[in-house]
């Protein structure tokens, strides 16, 4: 297979460009709007857990959920779809993010159709497949450490801007373009007009590919912004097994990306 760094630049951006948009058949489908929320951890109300961390506009842009008496015991507990939803995400996305579910919402609220997206990501496992509707309360995947890289706990996030994914640069790191997860949830715990099917855009959000994750930084951040290291983008990683570019926590993958825990 042809190296990114064998072609030019503008042949490489459209090499990436085809590589990184989602399956377009899925433009638009049908998913069924939400009667309610509750928490993705021991639903409705999370009982057992609790949130370790907090979101924070430009910083820590989800929650992160984790059990009582001690993280550990949260390991390959169940995560739950806050809602009806289809599932727009269900793989594993490498570097900071590990094994991500995405469920596009849509609800009634105010006469008017809504939609938002829930992530769930650093997923021991993984039940959902892209393009499947799930019901409230569904098991989507297990509570894990992201390939052992952190201790076990639920990133968790919602998004108002559908076109973030995974991808943080591409939204504003601030409540324009996120819910606050807890506060959502419990402000929509029961909704009227719950059932309906309605039409749901789903491919309009950038995925790195599982070959080449660690592109992906390059590419998100030009050419807004330069790489200050593009060259061990290219040469040292591009071609590493997954698990050798995962021993990189330290490298300049990491910088590259932005990424700590998400
Ligand atoms: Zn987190």
């Known amino acids: 297979m042809l190296k990114i760094s064998q072609i030019s630049p503008p042949l490489a951006l459209v090499t990436l460009f085809l590589t990184v948009v989602p399956c377009a058949c899925l433009a638009q489908t049908i998913s069924k709007t939400a009667d309610g929320f509750d928490l993705p951890v021991a639903p409705p109300a999370g009982t057992g857990f609790y949130k370790s961390r907090g979101f924070r506009s430009g910083g820590h842009l989800g929650e992160d959920w984790v059990t009582d008496g001690g993280s550990a015991k949260g390991f390959r507990q169940p995560v739950h779809t806050i809602g009806n939803g289809i599932v727009v995400l269900a793989r594993d996305i490498h570097v900071a993010w590990g094994n991500v579910v995405m469920i596009r919402h849509s609800w009634i609220e105010n006469r008017q159709i809504h939609f938002a997206d829930s992530l769930y990501a650093h997923l021991d496992r993984i ?16 509570i894990g450490t992201n390939h052992g890289m952190y201790p076990p706990h639920l990133h968790f996030e919602i998004h108002k801007d559908l076109g973030i994914g995974v991808n943080h640069a591409a939204g504003t790191r601030d409540l324009r373009s996120y819910w606050l997860p807890t506060e959502f949830v419990m402000a929509r715990r029961h909704l009227a007009g719950g059932g309906r099917n309605v039409p749901t855009p789903v491919a309009n959000f950038l995925l790195p590919t599982t070959e080449h994750p660690w592109n992906l930084g390059h590419f998100w951040h030009s050419p807004k912004k330069k790489s200050t290291h593009p060259k061990s983008s290219k040469s040292s990683l591009s071609h590493h097994s997954t698990s050798t570019a995962q021993k990189h926590t330290s490298s300049n993958t990491w910088k590259i990306n932005h990424y700590s825990d998400p």
Do not use: D, L
Request: net charge positive.
């Open 127 to 142: 039940n959902v497949r892209e393009g499947q509707q799930v019901g409230k309360g569904q098991q989507i995947g297990a």
